[in-house]
C-alpha cells in the first residue's frame, strides 16, 4: 500500500511562483518514476512533468523553461517549482508514483490534488 499527499497550492498573481511538494509514504521498496500533472475543468488530465529515480526529467512543453521537478529519494519526496506562472496554469495538480516491491511488481499510486490559482 501507497499514500502519497501533495502540498504547496494555492493562488498567484500571473507572473509569481509557487512550489508543490509531494510526500510518498507506505509499504516502500523502491519507487521508481514519479511526477506530476494537471487537469483543468474541462479538460483532461495532462501530463506535466517526469523524473526518474536516477533523475532524468521529461516536461510538457507548454511548461518548459518554466517549472522544474526535482526530487529526493531519502525523503520519498517529489517537488515541483513553478516560476513564471500564467492563467493558463490554472488548474489542479496530481502527484503519480510508480511503487515497486521486493518482487519487482509495480504500482500507481496518485495524490489527492492540490489547486494552483494564476490570477491575470
Known amino acids: 500500500q ?3 499527499v501533495e502540498s ?3 493562488l498567484v498573481q500571473a507572473g509569481g511562483s509557487l512550489r508543490l511538494s509531494c510526500a510518498a509514504s507506505g509499504s516502500i521498496f523502491s519507487i521508481n518514476a514519479m511526477g506530476w500533472y494537471r487537469q483543468a475543468p474541462g479538460k483532461q488530465r495532462e501530463l506535466v512533468a517526469t523524473i526518474t529515480s536516477g ?4 516536461y510538457a512543453d507548454s ?4 517549472f522544474t521537478i526535482s ?3 531519502a525523503k520519498n519526496t517529489v517537488y515541483l ?3 513564471s506562472l500564467k492563467p493558463e496554469d490554472t ?3 496530481y502527484c503519480n508514483a510508480e511503487f515497486q516491491d521486493s518482487d519487482y511488481a509495480t504500482y500507481d499510486y ?3 490534488g492540490t489547486q494552483v490559482t494564476v490570477s491575470s
Open 8 to 10: 504547496g497550492g494555492g
Open 91 to 93: 488548474a489542479t495538480y
Open 2 to 4: 501507497g499514500h502519497l
Open 81 to 83: 517549482q513553478m516560476n
Open 55 to 58: 533523475g532524468s526529467t521529461n
Open 110 to 112: 496518485w495524490g489527492q
Open 71 to 73: 526530487r529526493d529519494n
Open 63 to 66: 511548461v518548459k523553461g518554466r
